[in-house]
T-cell receptor, first 113, second 112 residues
Framework: ELKVEQNPLFLSMQEGKNYTIYCNYS?????LYWYRQDPGKSLESLFV?????AVKQEGRLMASLDTKARLSTLHITAAVHDLSATYFC?????????????FGKGTHLIIQP | DAGITQSPRHKVTETGTPVTLRCHQT?????MYWYRQDPGHGLRLIHY???????DKGEVSDGYSVSRSKTEDFLLTLESATSSQTSVYFC???????????FGPGTRLTVL
């Protein structure tokens, strides 16, 4: 059974600080997805990581994938209040994603002035 | 928004009543999904479809059935709703061009 674990599940940090969210998964996969969710809203795609060593950056967010360690990280640089949200990582059941994703429980991020 | 709509967006019903949620897409995607989201659990896959009349179970399929009679519509039915099915339900599609899933706006279902 595929398991996806995120940590921390809750994070409160100050603006301007850096932090990393970790996503571990239990079976072989070379694809990993990061989503953002604002309160009461749907999920918004942030990054699709398609191979070992993949690194993607968008603004203050950078995601990476290490398939050998079964680990992905989402790094936040110089956090700003607008990045407050819940962040989910997800992995495809059989390494892809077309037959459904298994999600972590999410990291609830609060960025305080 | 990948052309996905869900209806209704909010519903309150009573235990034991049947409920059907609808997901509609306009871009001819082959794969469609139903997830539920509950506090502390993230999203969990209920059922998915890989074509008209082709469906498969996810990890939390008990108490749910689905149907897909045409490409654009994927229906989720709770034959006899229970309070444990109170949740937010998200529909999603698989976009081949982007190698990822996109999600609909969600339906908040409350079973009293």
């Amino acid at each position: 059974e595929l398991k996806v674990e995120q940590n921390p599940l809750f994070l409160s940090m100050q603006e301007g600080k850096n932090y990393t969210i970790y996503c571990n998964y239990s079976t072989t996969s070379d694809r990993l997805y990061w989503y953002r969710q604002d309160p009461g809203k749907s999920l918004e795609s942030l990054f699709v990581l398609l191979s070992n060593g993949a690194v993607k950056q968008e603004g203050r967010l950078m995601a990476s994938l290490d398939t050998k360690a079964r680990l992905s990280t989402l790094h936040i640089t110089a956090a700003v209040h607008d990045l407050s949200a819940t962040y989910f990582c997800a992995v495809g059941k059989r390494g892809g994603g077309a037959d459904g994703l298994t999600f972590g429980k999410g990291t609830h991020l609060i960025i305080q002035p | 928004d990948a052309g996905i709509t869900q209806s209704p967006r909010h519903k309150v019903t009573e235990t034991g009543t049947p409920v059907t949620l609808r997901c509609h897409q306009t871009e001819n995607h082959r794969y469609m999904y139903w997830y539920r989201q509950d506090p502390g659990h993230g999203l969990r896959l209920i059922h998915y479809s890989y074509g008209v009349k082709d469906t498969d179970k996810g990890e939390v399929s008990d108490g749910y059935s689905v149907s897909r009679s045409k490409t654009e519509d994927f229906l989720l039915t709770l034959e006899s709703a229970t309070s444990s099915q109170t949740s937010v339900y998200f529909c999603a599609i698989w976009a081949d061009t982007y190698n990822e899933q996109f999600f609909g706006p969600g339906t908040r279902l409350t079973v009293l």
